[in-house]
Each structure stands twice: as C-alpha cells, then as structure tokens.
C-alpha cells in the first residue's frame, strides 16, 4: 500500500451505528433467481442481493439527525411545520423563491412540464434521462439532445462532459424560433452520460444566451453536490469554494428546478418543484393537488419532508462529498487498473462499464449491456443497472429503436452505505466477468412494457 498524505485521502467523515445484514447466496441460487426474473435486474428480490449497485436512488443511510428528525414529523394535512422547515432550507440553500414538495424527483417533472410545454414545442437538453423525457412527451414537448459530442463517446476525457453545446442550441433557435422553447432543461452530474457534471463557465454562458431570448433555463438538480464537487476540483477559480456556495451560484443561473431528493439530499423517498416566477408557481400549487397532494405536502409525510430538509444540509457539507467521490473514484481506479473498459473521467455517482468495449462481439440487438449486468449478479450477486439500447426505448413517432452511442452497465454507489472492502470485492468480480467475457452470447427481449421499458422488460438467453 502506498502511504498517501491526508490531502488526498477520502475517508468516511461518519461512524456506523447500526448494520444491516445480508444474506450470502451460491452461483446455482443466483442463476436461478435472474433467470427467474426474466434477466432484469430490477425484477430481482433484493434479498437475493448481495451489494446493491442497482441506483444511488433512494438507498442511502440516513444519518442520525434525520433519523431524529423524524419523530418530529408533524403529521397534519395541511401547513406543516415541517413543510416551512424544508421551504426554509431549500430557499437558503438552493437560492429559489417558491418551493412545492412532490413524492420523488418525476412528481415535479411532470407538474414543470404541464404548466411549462405547450403541444408541439422544442425542449432542448443535455442529454435525456428516462423519466424527465417520457413527461415532456407526456405534455406534447420534444426532446432535443444539445450535449456536446465527446459526451457520446465514453472514453473521450473532457473534463466537463455535461456541457451544452450552444450551437446545437442555436441551431434549434434558428429551425424552430425561440417562441416554440419554453426552457431549456439543463442537468448536473449527467446520469446517461456516465455521472459527468457542466461547468459554471457553460452554464453562464447558456444564461447570457437564452435571457436575451426569453428562454427559460430549468435544473435538474437531483445531483447538484456532486456536479459541485467537480467544479471546485476542475474549474479555475472554484478550488477555494465550498460547495455550498458553488451549489447556491449554480442555481443562481436558472429560473427553476426539479430534484429527486432520493440521491443527493440522503433520503429515501421525496423531492421538490422549486420556481422562481410567480405565476408558474401559482399554477403548479394548483396542479400538484391533482396529481401528489396539497402543495404543503406533495405526497410526502410531514417526517420525510423533516427528513428532506437535514439531508439537504448534510449533502452540501465538503467532508461528505469530499468522501462521497472519493469512494466512487476508488473503485473507479481498481477498475482502471485491471483493464475493465470504464466511462472516463470517473463519474460523481458510479462506475460505468462500456459494454461495447467489454463485450465487442455483441451488436446491441443483443443486448450487450443488460447481459452483462446479469452475468455480473450471477458472478458474485452483485446488481447494476443497464444504460444503453433497453434504457433507450423508441421513438414514440416512429416506434424504432433508440440506437444510443452508450452502451453501459451502472454500478451505482449508494451513499453512506457499503465500505473500501465491498468495493474490492465488486471490482474482484467484474474482472473476474471480464476474463470470461468471450463467453457471453447476448439476451433476446420477450416482454416489453409500453413505457420505461427497462423496467420490467423481460429477457432470454440466446443459446
Ligand atoms: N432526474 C435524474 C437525473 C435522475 O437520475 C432521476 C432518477 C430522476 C430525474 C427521477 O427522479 O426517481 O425520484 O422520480 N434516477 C434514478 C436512477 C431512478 O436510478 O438513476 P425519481
């Protein structure tokens, strides 16, 4: 072991408390049960789970205040204390004026884009995520992908793979009319792309470009800590910053957001529309109560608004984020080392594996990414995640396949939750998948569900 300085060391600014344990299964156990679950991870049990790397979503160890925090859960209907505590917070924290609780981060999407898309319009992003692109569909939007192209290619190392590229943007301008953009939809730490943040120099220049156009500019912030983190480590000018003042600047270049809480604020269920303009929020506080519930709660218990509000404090201190990447980068660096083909530059919320470069001899009709992830259960009982041609979908005009460039496997890394060890162990069993490689011969699908196919997709083998 080389002996490192503290400055560059990650360790975990918590103890544990308490423990869960699991339960150890055979490989003849393991065949059995993603055999039995159409080879879909996410129709596995997850007590035939070893270490879940399925999502970072909602699986994260709650600290001890937010665990105190909510036995002070105030349980009526409507104006709860514990909706002016996360109000407060969110305001403080995040810089917006008006905040609507909503059950998790899609409750929020599909309120925004209700009150903001009209059939027919143009919604530029960089990059799409399943869930925010089916409710702009939902609400008569199309998605437009403005991300750059290196964020396409999973070994190409930019820096900031998040980026707009304003061209595109442009481009989109000129074609449809800034009138047909109601907003553009800018995420941080990009999911699809691999957990690859935007710099605040892209950001700034995307406000400058879009104010004078009367084109919103809304966040989804459901990584926004971890997009911080990589500002403060990569972008001149940002070293000596705290997070939480890289967070609030962020924010101060967009007009809204939605969030998933269920990652970056550490809990395991809830999220937010936050708005800065009046009247969008006077309509949405009237649409939430259609869909979640009174706007002073959004489908939430008074204790996991509670809950919400500490873990967004916790989720901008820089020890915990410092631990947080340097937990993912870790693991990233085992891979690295034993030649596993991994998107670069490490991401903020996991490693993803190119299945195209794992596994060269499968076209993606087979499959590639959602084979891997089920030899990868099988090897050790490790879940993860397919992003590639089945996270896709089609096109809802056309009905085709999405054909994307990425083609990978996400082991997501839940917060607070497995150790340095568990993390050896995961990288042990990929490599020892990757040795195995050339004998995996690609799934075929038999069920597809209408929407978000892949999660409950089911697959065969192909013999
Ligand atoms: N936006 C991003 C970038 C997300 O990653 C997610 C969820 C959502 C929005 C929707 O939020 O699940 O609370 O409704 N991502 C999870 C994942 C499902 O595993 O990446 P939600």
New binding site residues.
Partial sequence: MKVKTNKHSWAEPYKIKMVELLKMTTPAQRKKAIATAGYNTFLLKSEDVYIDLL???GTSAMSDRQWAGMMLGDEAYAGSANFYHLEKVVQEVYGYKYVIPTH????A?NILSQVLIKKGDIIPGNMY?T??RLHQELAGGIFHDIIIDEAHDAANLHPFKGDVDVNKLEGLVKEYGADKIPYICI?VTV?MAGGQPISMGNLKTLRAYTQKLGIKIIL?M??IAENAYFIKVREPGYTQRSIRSIVKEICSYTDGA?M?A??DALVNIG?FLALNDADDYEEASNLVVVYEGLHTYGGLAGRDMEAMAIGIKESISDEHIKARIGQVIYLGEQMRHLGIPITEPIGGHGIFIDAKRFLPHLNQDLFPAQALAAELYIDAGIRT?ERGVVSAGRNAKTGKNYYPKLELVRL?IPRRVYTQAHMDVIAESVFNVYCNRKKIKGLTMVYEPKYLRFFQARFEKIK
């Avoid at 998790?104 to 409750?107: A, K, T």
């Fill in positions: 999502t970072d979503s998790q981060g899609r409750g999407e995520f869930t925010t995420a999911n989804d459901t990584r939605t998933s269920k990652k999220g995640m997501t």
